[in-house]
């Protein structure tokens, strides 16, 4: 990695860590940030990044990723995967253990962590299993895969649907970093429901999931998480009554956080009627209220994380009939856009919050902040309107809702570690 210096002048300065929004210069030497300040001079030999008219903030980072490797390349790679995530803005994504083989041993992540270190953009945090196999039924070794370096544990894509194997992991977890994420489906009541259950679904004449297979999960895994006091986050919430249940355990002194992703911001049911299979996605889109209550989560504070869940899977799957296709979005390239269009009011500095300092946070992870000594990461985007189109992303899944949307927010330029991994031509 180059470790030259680094002058980002004229931007606007959005950085909730430091509590600043404001024209203000970055300098970035040897990797981290060295110095913040206003009408820096450039040194010689220094390379200047011209900002003007753009908004500069820490690095973003996506804490829901599915990266798909090992064991499903052909969806996605750590190539790939990463190079969207900075034409995205990120510079610092984690991924999903849902791979062939999981996440669940330190072999695997030694693996992983060796391809993201020949291979990745950016900084890739791995999220181990839960569960051996990710099968609901033995724990994984906690401490041993935090070593490996897993900055947090979650089945993603299954839920561990034995409540007495959930609460003994977060009690042998309890003295291991990381917080345990949560899928929240209960597969019988989901049942082989390929839809949100209501209107639309009878219409079509479809299996059908209730918005309480989400719903009752939250509210057993928050009870566990108040129980055994282990940190939790719930992934892809999409549903009013869980944000609701997400407040009350706050009130009880839970530690609990969570994400919502764009799609669940934006859409509803009856983009499935009008997609087809490129509506479907797991949390299914839920109703317009359920759209409603997530939007006011965020403006309210509720909803901690701007997470995009992206889930790419190859153009076969995703155009098979409704029952048969993949469920799932690529979602790191449209993020920034997406998120601004889904709510156009939303202060600079809780934007960012949502999507870099928050989730930084909540990871343990290193960014997040413009702090002078703090990595070098930064990304730079303006407000810009552009159209989505599928077949320019970099990342091998195509298949997203928002093809064809004009979104009002672009990424200009990625950096990470002082070096500009990605800059818009």
Not at 4 to 13: A, D, N, P, Q, Y
Not at 36 to 58: F, M, Q, T, W
Not at 91 to 119: F, G, I, K
Not at 345 to 354: E, G, I, K
Request: with cysteine.
């Amino acid at each position: 990695m180059n470790r030259g210096s680094l002058l980002i002048k004229g931007g606007r300065l959005v950085d909730p860590s430091l509590g600043l929004d404001a024209l203000r210069d970055v300098r970035i030497t040897g990797g981290i940030v060295y110095e913040i300040g206003e009408r820096l001079e450039a040194h010689d030999g220094e390379a200047v990044l011209d900002a003007s008219n753009a908004i500069v903030a820490p690095g973003l980072v996506d804490m829901h990723v599915h990266l798909r490797e090992p064991g499903f390349s052909e969806k996605e790679t750590i190539a790939t995967g990463t190079e969207a995530a900075v034409r995205g803005g990120f510079t610092t994504v984690a991924c999903m253990p849902n791979t062939q083989p999981a996440l669940d041993e330190p072999r695997v992540l030694s693996d992983l962590l060796q391809n993201v270190s020949a291979n990745a953009r950016c900084a890739v945090y791995p999220v181990a299993a839960i569960t051996r196999g990710r099968l609901g039924v033995a724990p994984v070794d906690f401490a041993a895969l935090s070593r490996a370096g897993a900055v947090a544990f979650s089945d993603d894509g299954t839920t561990v649907a034995d409540a007495r194997v959930l609460r003994d992991a977060a009690l042998a977890a309890l003295d291991v970093e990381g917080a345990f994420i949560s899928h929240c489906e209960d597969d019988a009541l989901k049942a082989d429901g390929i839809m949100n259950e209501g209107a639309v679904s009878r219409a079509l004449g479809v299996p059908a999931s209730p918005a309480l297979a989400e719903d009752v999960i939250v509210a057993r895994d928050l009870l566990i998480a108040g129980d055994t006091a282990k940190i939790w986050h719930l992934a892809h919430l999409s549903t009013a009554t869980a944000l609701g249940l997400l407040l009350q355990a706050r009130a009880r002194g839970v530690r609990a956080s969570c994400e919502v992703t764009p799609h669940h911001l934006t859409f509803t049911d009856e983009t499935v009627r009008e997609l087809g299979g490129g509506g479907k996605v797991n949390p299914p889109l839920r109703t317009e209220d359920d759209v409603r209550a997530l939007r006011a989560g965020v403006r309210d504070g509720t909803i901690d994380v701007f997470a995009t869940d992206h889930a790419p899977h190859t153009p076969e799957e995703k155009s098979a009939d409704l029952g048969r296709a993949a469920a799932g979005f690529s979602g790191l390239e449209i993020a920034v856009g997406a998120y601004a269009a889904a709510i156009p009011d939303l202060p600079l500095l809780r934007f960012v919050a949502l999507l870099s300092t928050n989730p930084a946070r909540i990871l343990g992870v290193p960014g997040g902040t413009l702090v002078v000594g703090s990595p070098g990461d930064v990304t730079i985007f303006a407000e810009r309107p552009w159209v989505v189109d599928p077949a320019r992303f970099a990342s091998n899944g195509r298949s997203t809702p928002f093809a064809g949307r004009t979104l009002p927010r672009r990424v200009l330029a990625t950096i990470v570690g002082g070096t500009v991994a990605y800059a818009e031509s």
